[in-house]
């Protein structure tokens, strides 16, 4: 049987072979986004492709951060226009750390209209079906850590500050370990023997937030109206869901909730015809069998969007309704928790029926 790295750097070298080859991944790229697709675009250069990075709406604050860190803030060969105009001559995708069209803004019709190779961890979306190629490992824990198998099953070491945004993808994905397979650790090892600087990958991604200091000013208000405004539920006994709308910053806002103590954190941003919604669960939450995924993927059909993600962190985006990002928080509120405490009911009473049986 083929290993994870062995199975991506096969898809690499297909994709390599069409030579114009634009990688790309999610809007608001997060660090395991950009470390995912920064070594894709690395391996690709080896085998003798021309890559372009194509970022829809940049970078997340997290990952400026971490290329800053790296000495990597311009990043050479890196487009973020929407659009496909922007690399006419695209051969051929590699989408990484993406599952649906939707987290692809402009830039998803170069993924339908090309030969689309696929590599992701998160639960299999819409953009599955258009894949010449997919490697797709939902018990993976970050993208980052397939793509940097590749590259040590191919023999080509990252450059160092390529190999410093990869721990960092890792780090950040894996939540500083605790999430971490077999896999995660055999490529942070690799990356480390190519030069990359755990110390700096790690510092770039805490930057003081244990005390709150390495927040800028926006971000520390957004997490402080998403508490003021949140609607709680108790489910399954002692589980807290809680749904609440920041203009911005719904991931930081969303982890700050879980580590105020929601098991299910719901966050609603974005402006617009189009709403964001965040979610983030605590690891009580994960126990009970609960996914954000899945939860995600409920909330984009009642509202008519597309949702996705993995078992800890999930995505939904849906067109807003007329109150705009309030409406769409009371009707999250009303019927999220009721489907949530459902999936958690059936799962432990399958899980005490296996027990007994």
Known sequence: MRGAGEEVAELLRRAARRVRVAVLTHRNADPDAIASA???R?????????????????LSRASKQVLRAAGLEGIPQTRYEEGPEAVPRVEAVVVVDSSNT?????????????????????????????AEDAVLDEASPSATQLVALALEYMGVCPEAREATVGLAGIIYDTRRYSIADAGSFKASAYLISCGGDYERALKA??????????????????????????VTSRICEELIVAVTRVGAYESSAARALVDLGADVAVVVGGKGAELRVTLRLSRRALETGLRADELASYIAGKHGGRGGGHAAAGMAHVPAPRGGAEDLVEAIA????????????????????????
Request: glycine share 14%; charged share 20%.
């Open 42 to 58: 690395r391996a690709l250069m080896e085998l003798g492709a021309e890559p372009v990075i194509m970022l829809p709406e940049g």
């Open 38 to 40: 920064l070594l894709a």
């Open 334 to 357: 009303r019927s999220l928790p009721g489907k949530a405490a459902r999936i958690c009911v059936e799962r432990r009473s399958k899980a005490l029926g296996g027990g007994q049986g």
């Open 102 to 130: 939707t987290q692809l803004g402009g830039l998803a019709v170069l993924a339908i209209t090309r030969p689309l190779f696929l590599i992701d961890h998160h639960s299999p979306g819409d953009l599955a079906p258009h």
């Open 205 to 230: 991604l805490q930057g003081g937030r244990d005390q709150g200091s390495g927040l800028d000013y926006a971000e520390r208000v957004a997490r402080l109206k998403a508490a003021q405004r949140m």
